[in-house]
């Protein structure tokens, strides 16, 4: 019987940290315009610009993270 490299518990965590990647793609989307002759001051907002990225970076951080985290 060969011994894996990574438990349950951190494929449990990979799925955390994919999860929140996720999450910030979808809050980063959307924020066009309905016409292309006007402009959608929507897409700079706070959601956008700043939670979305950090939820990512986030995500990214969490999954090296749970990449090395050793379980016993």
Do not use: C, H, Q, W
């Amino acid at each position: 019987m060969s011994i894996m490299p990574l438990t349950k518990k951190n494929y449990i965590l990979l799925l955390v940290g994919f999860a929140a990647i996720v999450l910030g793609f979808i809050l980063m989307a959307g924020g066009k315009s309905a016409s292309p002759d006007t402009f959608n001051y929507a897409m700079f907002s706070f959601r956008r610009i700043t939670l979305a990225p950090i939820l990512v970076v986030g995500g990214f951080v969490f999954e090296i993270y749970a990449l090395l985290k050793k379980f016993d």
